[in-house]
């Protein structure tokens, strides 16, 4: 199991980043994402400390841990600077904090997010056809998501990520113990999603993909 879209107690998440990547090691993951949520309150107190966990964990465990963020309600005017900052401070993982249905985020904030350097565009909910060809063109992952919630449009997303040719991948955004999976169960979502087992395939290797882009 890869999942690029985690929180830990640096953001709203439950767990330090030792005991994440140790709970999704037993659970069967071989590559965990930390994605916390940042702004510019916080960007300079995350960064240092989700850098410095994973360079622990990645010297001594077995499990693959990315350092990341998750770029989320920002002032859409300020995402491309934002993407641009973390970047030179070291972060390659950067998730943009897409539209979802059960938040209020700024209408144009999955535009914004896709013209930035970002590596995935997370729960995007009713993305339009135009943003997902964007997405397409430019390299940029469309996430599947398993968190309540968000996962609403799942099925929307995945039917513009087809008809745009855009790269699907699946993440748990998760916030606690309970929210990481196993794939079985990933596979389960992605088949909800109206993916048929060919698509399905196809996802779990864009993780991979990513991750050797990313590492």
């Known amino acids: 199991m890869i999942d690029l879209h985690t929180h830990t107690l640096l953001s709203d998440g439950e767990l330090l980043p030792t005991e994440l990547a140790r709970r999704a090691q037993e659970k069967g993951y ?3 994402g930390m994605t916390d949520h940042v702004d510019s309150s916080n960007i300079d107190f995350v960064i240092p400390r989700i850098i410095n966990a994973c360079n ?8 693959k841990a990315i350092p990341g963020v998750e770029i989320t309600h920002m002032p859409i005017e300020l995402i491309k600077s934002t993407a641009k900052f973390v970047r030179s401070k070291g972060i390659k993982l950067i998730l ?3 539209e979802t249905i059960v938040e209020p985020v700024i209408k144009g ?3 914004e997010a896709l013209l930035a350097d970002i590596s995935i565009l ?31 449009s799942n099925g929307h997303v995945a ?7 855009a790269k699907l991948v699946i993440s748990t955004d998760s916030h606690a113990p309970e929210n990481l999976i196993t794939k079985d169960f990933a596979e389960e979502v992605l088949f909800g999603a109206g ?5 399905i395939a196809q996802v779990f290797k864009n993780s991979e993909e990513l991750v050797a882009r990313l590492t």
């Not at 964007?134 to 998501?145: H, V």
């Not at 039917?159 to 040719?165: H, I, P, Y």
Request: proline share 2%; no cysteine; hydrophobic share 35%.
């Open 30 to 32: 071989k590559v965990i």
């Open 56 to 63: 622990d964990i990645n010297k001594n465990w077995k499990i």
């Open 96 to 98: 943009g904090h897409g």
């Open 109 to 111: 904030t999955n535009k």
């Open 122 to 152: 997370a729960h995007p909910g009713l993305i339009t056809l135009e943003d997902a060809k964007l997405a397409a063109s430019r390299n940029i992952y469309l996430e599947i998501t398993t968190r309540k919630g968000h996962s609403l």
């Open 159 to 165: 039917k513009m990520a087809r008809l745009a040719g």
């Open 195 to 199: 993916l048929d087992k060919k698509e």
